[in-house]
């Protein structure tokens, strides 16, 4: 029998400070920018073209979030014009194990997962 402080460990805990940092690293933009500059760094119109569907002022927004999480860091560089180019941090590259274990499963699980939403929009409709 297992004692409550084991149980309290193993229990799933999602707070509020939790839910907020996941919805700003994990959304829809943030992991396509965060696996171009896992590869290398970028100024912002070579993630405009590796992202393509992104508009301006989401990609903007993405990149804000995840400077103000120091997931990324923004390098001004010193060019005239001057340039800006945005890099992974030591703390956004931690991310990537994480990731790659949520990918995975998504693999392994996406095949019922399809059926699961076929069988529950045939119920509905």
Same mark, same amino acid.
């Given at each position: 029998?297992?004692?409550? !402080?084991?149980? #309290?460990? %193993?229990?799933?805990? *999602?707070?509020?400070? $939790?839910?907020?940092?996941?919805?700003? =690293?994990?959304?829809?933009?943030?992991?396509?920018?965060?696996?171009?500059?896992?590869?290398?760094?970028?100024?912002?119109?070579?993630?405009?073209?590796?992202?393509?569907?992104?508009?301006?002022?989401?990609?903007?927004? !993405?990149?804000? #979030?995840? %400077?103000?999480?120091? *997931?990324?860091?923004? $390098?001004?560089?010193?060019?005239?014009? =001057?340039?800006?180019?945005?890099?992974?941090?030591?703390?956004?590259?931690?991310?990537?194990?994480?990731?790659?274990?949520?990918?995975?499963?998504?693999?392994?699980?996406?095949?019922?997962?399809?059926?699961?939403?076929?069988?529950?929009?045939?119920?509905?409709?």
């Amino acid at each position: 029998m297992r004692d409550t !402080t084991t149980a #309290r460990a %193993e229990e799933l805990r *999602i707070d509020a400070p $939790h839910r907020e940092l996941l919805d700003q =690293v994990l959304d829809k933009w943030s992991l396509s920018v965060l696996n171009e500059l896992c590869e290398r760094p970028c100024r912002f119109n070579e993630l405009r073209r590796a992202v393509p569907a992104v508009t301006q002022k989401s990609l903007t927004a !993405t990149l804000r #979030r995840l %400077e103000r999480n120091g *997931i990324i860091e923004r $390098h001004v560089v010193a060019t005239r014009p =001057v340039a800006v180019e945005y890099r992974i941090t030591r703390l956004g590259k931690t991310l990537r194990a994480p990731v790659d274990a949520l990918l995975e499963w998504a693999d392994t699980y996406l095949p019922q997962i399809e059926h699961a939403r076929k069988a529950f929009d045939a119920e509905t409709e």
